[in-house]
């Protein structure tokens, strides 16, 4: 870490920073705490980059995403605001060294340690894709050796938005010798060009060289990207048939994610948790990987500007009732088997007025019916509250009266570990998922439809 400088600042959305932890073509990147003491790496994002078109509505599609990424071997996003006049994120500290200094100091991994690295960064890649980002620029700087495992950092905000090159106003976006051809070409970034910068980023922790080699001049590495091969002599065996087949010059010839974890461990019948074991070979406190949950679908629905107040009840099946203050957080589970019984369902995200209002027309339609619901809420921020609200917009042209135009405003005590329903909050990203049964009230409460909901356990729906 390195002092800060004249001109920095020394506090970014209520965390104050102590040092500059390193600078890049999208922003600097300080070191923080919170209010807590909790460590934390705060992205200051260049003006310049604010400035380009659509950025910011890039910026929060690509944070809310992140915000999904669930997995062991990612450095965890805490916060963001894409509305700062220069925006900003913040994730977790991890306390270590990158793959690249760790390498320059020390020379290349062992053997084993590549092995736990390459199974614990493609674990990483599964999950980041199935949140729906992709990370644009994974080298061996932006992979952390933590104290518990591998940790990628910078993902799902590496590119800017409407870049068709290598270049844009002189920026380069990625890496040059750990990019894909096709960001080079400007032929399209997705999910493949992050397994070929994955088979590069091993290949270097194995042999201790960049395998495009070294050059002055960037273009010259990008040219050996487009043209050439990679250098891959002396990988060790557990990881070479899967770094090779990852750095296919063609995109559709390299395997996802979970291939690589199948090609890195043949014949697991469950290569997540054989790759748990990989990892924790080497790193006795690594947390368990899991196949990451696929990604919802996103559902636009018109309805009218109906407003609901959900309550979910408690593992007894008693009824939790809205009251003036909102109820308190309880430890939540953090997952939910996959429904069983066919019911109606409702799935995607309710961060519109128009999503919000269509899931409450849900709801009351199915008044003393059993629903599954599968609903996303991001906030601008973590809340110590349980509880979210949600307006609508006015019709254009119309004034907002001082009580808004109607919206959504969610009241959510503990569904308990008895049921299959979960209500998780995670810094502002909330999630409502399982059975409940559904009781519409009649009348009409503060100008908000009332809607209680029951949580059911799968095992007990008719």
């Known amino acids: 870490m390195q002092p800060l400088l004249t001109g920095d600042p020394t506090e970014v959305g209520g965390f104050v920073l102590d040092g500059r932890l390193g600078a890049g073509g999208m922003g600097v990147v300080f070191r923080g705490h919170a209010a807590d003491g909790t460590r934390v790496a705060v992205k200051l994002i260049r003006e310049e980059i604010a400035a380009e078109p659509d950025f910011r509505a890039r910026f929060r599609r690509e944070v809310r995403a992140a915000r999904a990424v669930g997995s062991g071997c990612t450095a965890k996003l805490l916060a963001a605001d894409a509305d700062a006049p220069r925006p900003w994120l913040a994730v977790e500290f991890v306390d270590g060294p990158s793959l690249s200094d760790a390498v320059a100091l020390h020379g290349p991994l062992a053997p084993p340690a590549v092995h736990a690295l390459a199974a614990g960064l493609a674990e990483s890649l599964a999950a980041i894709h199935a949140a729906g980002v992709v990370h644009r620029d994974l080298k061996p700087a932006n992979v952390i050796l933590g104290p518990d495992g591998p940790k990628v950092i910078d993902f799902g905000i590496a590119a800017v938005p409407a870049a068709t090159s290598a270049t844009r106003s002189g920026l380069v976006i990625g890496s040059p010798g750990y990019m894909s051809p096709e960001q080079i070409t400007g032929a399209g970034t997705g999910p493949p060009s992050d397994v070929f910068s994955w088979g590069l980023t091993i290949a270097f922790a194995a042999t201790g ?241 009332s809607v209680r909901l029951r949580a059911v356990p799968a095992t007990e729906v008719r």
């Open 209 to 449: 060289r960049p395998p495009y080699g070294t050059a002055d001049q960037p273009e010259s590495l990008l040219y050996r990207v487009v043209h050439g091969t990679p250098d891959l002599d002396g990988m060790p065996a557990t990881v070479d048939v899967a770094v090779r087949a990852a750095v296919a010059h063609e995109p559709s010839q390299r395997p996802t994610p979970d291939g690589l974890l199948r090609l890195l461990l043949p014949g697991a019948r469950d290569p997540y948790a054989a790759a748990t074991t990989v990892l924790r070979d080497v790193w006795p406190n690594a947390v368990p990987l899991h196949a990451p949950r696929p990604r919802t679908s996103r559902r636009r629905l018109l309805a009218s500007a109906a407003a609901v107040v959900l309550v979910a009840a408690a593992a007894t099946g008693g009824y939790a009732i809205a009251t003036g203050s909102p109820a308190t957080p309880q430890p939540q589970p953090t997952a939910a088997p996959a429904p069983a019984p066919e019911v109606p369902r409702f799935t995607g995200p309710i961060d519109t007025a128009a999503e919000a209002s269509a899931f409450g027309e849900f709801l009351f339609q199915h008044d003393g019916s059993v629903v599954y619901a599968d609903v996303q809420r991001v906030e601008d921020g973590p809340t110590e509250q349980d509880h979210l609200t949600l307006e609508d917009e006015c019709p254009l042209g119309e004034p907002r009266p001082a009580g808004g135009c109607g919206g959504t405003n969610v009241v959510l005590a503990d569904v308990g570990p008895a049921t299959d329903s979960i209500h998780a909050s995670d810094g502002g990203f909330r999630t409502l998922r399982g059975h409940f049964a559904v009781t519409a009230l009649p009348g009409i409460q503060m100008g908000y439809l």
